[in-house]
């Protein structure tokens, strides 16, 4: 008998494959597809949970009180968002570069009381003193950027510092009153409507689609997530990481300002702890829509639905007469959801 006979009486185990070739295809284990999908559909529920919670809850207020859906509580809910998007836009820069900005709301307060004084004592045409209100915010933020890397302070130390300085400069410069002598001008862009509907929200729309194409389209914004994810890997890379994060703690100063100045705009008066309410909300919006505290992960729209998230969180209470002492606590609860959804985003993105 030749080796060929040989070779075809031997025996063929069913189902199992002796080729070197076939030993390296990997062994699909039972399970292994659905266990697939159910990770693919828990990673869908925590990157839109934000727009999930929006929609259950208009239902539920809208349900509750039906002057939810009316057209004056949709434009209310779009001016609040305005202010509170703004700060949000400002505190998730310098998230998304795995650092931390305190001073946004103190920043905010500060701004728009200079501006204010230099139009209201120093005579000061309303316009230009916006724009020096713009402009201390702005070197605000820089100043808090250069420290951070310049002299490697601690993000969350330093601006909380100058939070402290900047609440104390507002109290010092007001003397614990409210300034409202300033002209019409200056309190246009918050009291102006276009066919009824209010202007002040468009410079959010502006700043939404501003920060859009600057994180997406042009080098510093990609660089931004670069920072954030590995700022080592990033410096290898050519990425001037120093020159980053002072961009992105100027950016949120700047931002910083533009909302004081449109908050003293629509409430038509600037108090002495201007701004003090929106620290912790500012900072739970973005990271409700995604933007990570771990940096270099996030997006405007779901910065946006952090926004409105909140804000709807804040009338709707208001409308179906929940007491106002509740709504700190449920914003707190907010906060720490957001978190413990942040932390499953990373734990399940680790898994992939």
Known sequence: MTKQSVRLEQPVMEGRINSPQASALPTIKPGAGTRSRGMSSMRWVLQNSVWLWLVGLVIIFGSLNGFFFSIANLQNVMIQATVLGLLALAVSLPLLIAEIDLSIASNMGFS???????????????WLGMLAGVGVGTLVGFFNGVCITSLRMVSLIETLAM??????????????????????GYYWIGQTTVFGWPLMPVTFVLALIGMMVFLRLTVPGRSVYAVGGNPLAAASAG????????LAFTASGFLSSI??????????????????????YAIAAPIIGGVSVFGGRGHVLGILGGVLLL??????????????????????????IAVAIDAMRVQLSSTR
């Open 239 to 246: 990425v001037r990481v120093r020159r980053i994060k002072i």
């Open 112 to 126: 728009s009381v200079v501006g204010a004084m230099l139009v209201s004592t120093g005579h000061w045409p309303w």
């Open 163 to 184: 939070m402290i300085i900047l609440q104390g400069a507002l109290l010092a410069i007001t003397h614990g009153s409210t300034i409202t002598d300033l002209p019409d």
């Open 311 to 336: 804000t709807v969180i804040h009338v709707g209470l208001s409308i179906v007469n929940v007491p106002s002492f509740y709504v700190d606590m449920i914003g707190g609860f907010a906060i720490f």
């Open 259 to 280: 909302a004081g100045y449109l908050l003293a705009s629509w409430q038509m008066a600037i108090t002495s702890n201007q701004g003090s309410g929106f620290l912790l």
